[in-house]
Nanobody, 125 residues
Framework: QVQLVESGGGLVQAGGSLRLSCAAS????????MAWFRQAPGKERNIVAA????????YYADSVKGRFTISRDNAKNTGYLQMNSLKPEDTAVYYC??????????????????WGKGTLVTVSS
C-alpha cells in the first residue's frame, strides 16, 4: 500500500507560480511511476504530467508543455509539479497518482494504482 498526500495548492494570480508536492508513505516509491492529474469544476479528470520511476522519462499534456515541470526525489519519497506562467484555465483540483512497475522505466498516464485526495489550485485573472 502507498499513501499519497498532496500539498502546495492555493490561490495565485495569472502569470504566477506554484510548486505542488506529493509525499508518499507506506512503500518506497522508487518502484512506482508517478503522475499528476487535474479536474476542473464540471469536467473530467485529465493527465497533466507523468514521470518514470527513475525520473528519466517524462510526459506532459500539450496544455502545460513549457510551463510545468514534473520531478521526483526518490530519497525523500516525494514527487513535485512546478507550475509557472499559470493561467485561469489551470484552475482545478490537482491529484497525485502512482502506478507500481518495478520492471519497466516508463511513464504511466492511466491505470494508476494509488491516488491522493487532491489539492486545489485557483488562478485568478
Amino acid at each position: 500500500q502507498v499513501q499519497l498526500v498532496e500539498s502546495g495548492g492555493g490561490l495565485v494570480q495569472a502569470g504566477g507560480s506554484l510548486r505542488l508536492s506529493c509525499a508518499a508513505s507506506g512503500r518506497t516509491v522508487s518502484t512506482y511511476g508517478m503522475a499528476w492529474f487535474r479536474q476542473a469544476p464540471g469536467k473530467e479528470r485529465n493527465i497533466v504530467a507523468a514521470i518514470s520511476r527513475s525520473g528519466g522519462n517524462t510526459y506532459y499534456a500539450d496544455s502545460v508543455k513549457g510551463r510545468f515541470t514534473i520531478s521526483r526525489d526518490n530519497a525523500k519519497n516525494t514527487g513535485y509539479l512546478q507550475m509557472n506562467s499559470l493561467k485561469p484555465e489551470d484552475t482545478a483540483v490537482y491529484y497525485c497518482a502512482a502506478k507500481y512497475n518495478p520492471y519497466y522505466n516508463r511513464v504511466h498516464s492511466d491505470g494508476m494504482d494509488y491516488w491522493g485526495k487532491g489539492t486545489l489550485v485557483t488562478v485568478s485573472s
